[in-house]
């Protein structure tokens, strides 16, 4: 099964942008995304398309991208 949070840290890291602004653009606080980048708590749709939007990707980029670095098709 593909878990979107395994990928999440690689889009934060290559955007350059702080982990507490993106969290400020999606309306969380900064401890939630923490939480849901390290799996300590799951990611509702919104708040992935939310994530999404934050960084500058579609959900669709995000999710070849992520294909591509596992090594999956």
Do not use: N, W
Request: net charge positive.
């Amino acid at each position: 099964m593909f878990d979107v949070r395994e990928h999440m840290a690689e889009v934060i890291e290559d955007t350059g942008l702080k982990q507490k602004f993106i969290a400020k653009r999606m309306g969380l606080r900064p401890q939630q995304l923490s939480d849901i980048v390290h799996k300590r708590r799951k990611m509702e749709a919104g708040e992935f398309l939310s994530f999404c939007e934050a960084t500058g990707t579609t959900p669709l980029k995000f999710y070849a991208k992520a294909v591509k670095e596992s090594g999956g098709e």
